[in-house]
């Protein structure tokens, strides 16, 4: 497979992963508690570059950043007045795929992201999984990174990544989520954001911007089209995998 310079790097590059993932790295005192409950709560729907998305709507999900290609998210639990222990974050950000690159599918690509997101940890990576896809979403993988966190008593840190590309293989969308806690995928706010990844969806600049009309009179033309044979080439449902 073709090396990818740094500029290129299929994973996390803004401000906004860093942002979440100090949130985790860092204790609550009074005034950062206040900070969290006064942060927005997440929009109904984000959209970026193409990809579209709905959010878990329970309590404990802020928002802490919204910008043109990337936004961030993280779940908190207030346990105490003055105590709020930020269990996860996820940031969500949507990248062209160059033409210089040759991404054969999307289990390709997050085999790429995978390898570049271990390399950029250095010796900060305790283990790295093998990259899965999601069932029942299609151009969907997953992988997980262990990385140790350099501060003192503080548990290591899980990356769970997801990266979705378009079905063109032009555009990608990558998702980390950090967390501390070893058992995650069975905390309740996993099981919410787990649960939303069925939201994902792409959708063509050209489909987005077309008017409500035009959509309408291409439905109706359809439907007085005669009925096209059943094409013998149809993709098979890939088998799913264990999560």
């Not at 497979?1 to 401000?15: C, D, Y």
């Not at 709905?54 to 802490?64: A, L, S, V």
């Not at 989520?177 to 050209?206: E, H, M």
Request: charged share 20%.
């Amino acid at each position: 497979m073709q090396s990818i310079v740094k500029p290129n790097r299929f994973g996390l590059r803004a401000a906004a992963a860093a942002c979440a993932a100090a949130w985790l790295t860092t204790s609550c005192p009074a005034a950062v508690a206040q900070a969290i409950t006064q942060l927005n709560i997440p929009q109904n729907e984000y959209a970026i570059g193409g990809f579209h998305y709905n959010p878990p709507k329970m309590d404990g999900w802020r928002e802490i950043a919204n910008l043109k290609d990337t936004f961030a998210l993280i779940y908190a639990e207030q346990k105490e007045e003055t105590k709020i222990d930020t269990r996860f974050g996820v940031t969500f950000e949507s990248h062209d795929i160059p033409d210089s690159v040759q991404v054969p599918d999307a289990a390709g690509l997050a085999l790429l992201s995978r390898d570049q997101m271990a390399d950029s940890h250095k010796t900060d990576l305790v283990a790295k999984s093998p990259i899965e896809p999601v069932p029942s979403i299609p151009n969907l993988y997953t992988y997980r990174l262990l990385v140790h966190v350099p501060v003192k008593d503080m548990a290591d840190a899980y990356e769970v990544y997801y990266l979705m590309a378009s079905p063109d293989r032009r555009h990608y969308l990558v998702a980390q989520c950090v967390t501390r806690t070893q058992d995650y995928a069975n905390d309740l706010y996993f099981t919410q954001f787990y649960g939303s990844l069925t939201s994902l969806k792409y959708v063509p600049s050209d489909v987005a911007a077309a008017p409500a009309g035009a959509a309408t009179a291409a439905t109706d033309a359809k439907k007085n089209d005669p009925a096209p044979a059943a094409s013998k080439d149809a993709p098979k449902a890939g088998a799913p995998a264990s999560h």
